[in-house]
Structures are given as C-alpha cells and as structure tokens.
Nanobody
Framework: QVQFVASGGGLVQTGGSLRLSCAGSGRSFGFGAIGWYRQPPGKQRELVAQIGLDGTTFYADSVKGRFTISRDNAANRATLQMNSLKPEDTAVYYC??????????WGQGTQVTVSS
C-alpha cells in the first residue's frame, strides 16, 4: 500500500522558514491531489494546502500568502515551503494523496515547532 513520508520539520523561531518534503513510493504521484495536513497538539488533523495533478492549488486561510505547495510527479515528491511561521503553526505535518475523495493511508509525519 502506498504511503507518504514527510520530512524536514524542526524547531524555528517566529518569523522563520522551513521547507517540508513529501516522498511517495512507486508511481504514487502520477494521479490524485497531494495535500499537506497538520495536527496541532490536542486538536484534529486539518488540511493546510493541496495541489492537483494540473497544478491547481488550495490553501487554508490561515496559511495563505505564507505557505507554498509544489509537486514533482516524475520524482514522486512534493514540498511545502513555509515562511513567516507563527507559534500556531506548531503541529505534526503529514502529506497524503486524495483520489476521488478518498485519502490514502497515513504515513510518518514531521514535527514543526515554532517558538515565540
């Protein structure tokens, strides 16, 4: 079963930047929308950004103008560039693929901690 592994998290100060990477197996990036999700401490997982196969993007209001999602289908990779980070961005970040409204299984996430 295809899984997506997120990496690149860390500890940064408010206003800093991080670049997250998502790696999938096989031809996992050949179809579907790739999304970045996050789960803050004690809260539910939420969609942060998503990019379709045609490059169409969606961003949650809380990250618009600060985060940029991209995908490289040939390399089976996606990235999330996060700028102007805020303490409320602190969460475990995951990537996943949605195909016809169905998410794949959850893989390893990466911790992002933004200090004030």
């Amino acid at each position: 079963q295809v899984q997506f592994v997120a990496s690149g998290g860390g500890l940064v100060q408010t206003g800093g930047s991080l670049r997250l990477s998502c790696a999938g197996s096989g031809r996992s990036f050949g179809f579907g929308a790739i999304g970045w999700y996050r789960q803050p401490p004690g809260k539910q997982r939420e969609l942060v950004a998503q990019i379709g196969l045609d490059g169409t993007t969606f961003y949650a209001d809380s990250v618009k103008g600060r985060f940029t999602i991209s995908r490289d289908n040939a390399a089976n990779r996606a990235t999330l560039q996060m700028n102007s980070l805020k303490p409320e961005d602190t969460a475990v970040y995951y990537c996943n693929r949605m195909v016809r409204g169905t998410l794949g299984s959850w893989g390893q996430g990466t911790q992002v901690t933004v200090s004030s």
